[in-house]
C-alpha cells in the first residue's frame, strides 16, 4: 500500500488572534504542518482570502487540500465528528 501524502493545509490568520491560535495548535496537535498566511499586515492576502472563502472577512480562514474549511469553530466541529482526521489525511 502506498504512503499517503500529507494534506495541504493553509491558514489565514493575523497576529495576536485566539482564534487562529486555536486553530493552529489543533491542527499541530493532529500532525499538521499548516502553511500559515498572515493577513494583519498584507492586504493583497486579506483580499485574496475573502476572494477564495467566498466572502469570509474573519480570522482565521482554513483551507485544506484547497478546500474552504472555515474558521475555528468550523474546525473544531470537525474534530469533534471525526471528520478532520479524515480531511487530514487525505491525498493533495
Known amino acids: ?3 499517503q501524502s500529507p494534506a495541504l ?3 489565514y490568520s493575523s497576529p495576536l488572534c485566539p ?3 486555536r ?3 489543533l491542527l499541530k ?3 499538521a504542518a499548516p502553511k500559515t ?3 494583519g499586515f498584507h492586504p ?3 483580499t485574496e482570502m475573502e476572494e477564495r472563502s467566498r466572502g469570509c472577512h474573519t480570522v482565521p480562514q482554513i483551507f485544506i487540500n484547497g478546500a474552504h474549511i472555515g474558521g475555528s469553530d468550523d ?3 470537525l474534530d469533534r465528528t471525526g471528520e478532520l482526521d479524515d480531511l487530514l489525511a487525505a491525498v493533495p
Open 1 to 3: 500500500m502506498a504512503e
Open 9 to 11: 493545509v493553509e491558514v
Open 19 to 21: 482564534y487562529c491560535a
Open 23 to 25: 486553530a493552529l495548535r
Open 29 to 31: 496537535y493532529k500532525g
Open 37 to 39: 498566511i498572515d493577513v
Open 44 to 46: 493583497k492576502r486579506r
Open 75 to 77: 474546525l473544531a466541529a
